[in-house]
């Protein structure tokens, strides 16, 4: 085959450290833009980004020519200054160290994104541990739970 075809569809989800509560709505909007802009930009265009006010959920495609740390290390950085520069309640914010990174299917991807969407009301019942907990299981991931959390 003289092309190379790739289509890599990657549900992200990652948090602020030790999941401190603040992503509020004034910045939540701007934050997801912000973020969008940071993956088109190398060439992994973003299907839908949400979450709540502890962490991120993005359904991106990942480029064939980058590897999945370095546009998670790109789009976490980048949005951490961005966050930073959104008032002094924010001088002090960061993410997590670690993220999780789940394969989707194409014929999951409407799934994945109504999750996504729903978020806030996901969180009503469920906390962002267990979430990631049922991600886990989900897709075979083994774990210790003494380096998962931040």
């Known amino acids: 085959m003289s092309q190379s075809l790739v289509k890599n569809l990657i549900?992200?989800?990652?948090?602020?450290?030790?999941?401190?509560?603040?992503?509020?709505?004034?910045?939540?909007?701007?934050?997801?833009?912000?973020?969008?802009?940071?993956f088109k930009q190398h060439d992994?265009?973003?299907?839908?980004?949400?979450?709540?006010?502890?962490?991120?959920?993005?359904?991106?495609?990942?480029?064939?020519?980058?590897?999945?740390?370095?546009?998670?290390?790109?789009?976490?950085k980048g949005s951490s200054k961005w966050i930073k520069t959104q008032g002094p309640e924010f001088s002090s914010f960061y993410w997590q160290a670690g993220y999780g990174a789940f394969s989707v299917s194409q014929s999951n991807v409407e799934a994945v994104m109504r999750y996504i969407e729903t978020q806030e009301t996901h969180h009503q019942a469920a906390s962002f541990q267990d979430e990631l907990r049922a991600l886990f299981r989900r897709h075979e991931i083994e774990f210790d739970e003494r380096y998962v959390w931040d």
């Open 11 to 38: 549900h992200l989800v990652y948090s602020t450290k030790e999941r401190q509560p603040l992503i509020n709505k004034n910045i939540i909007a701007g934050l997801h833009a912000y973020q969008a802009g940071i």
């Open 44 to 76: 992994c265009p973003a299907l839908i980004i949400g979450g709540v006010d502890d962490h991120v959920h993005a359904l991106f495609s990942l480029s064939k020519n980058l590897a999945l740390k370095t546009i998670v290390e790109e789009v976490k």
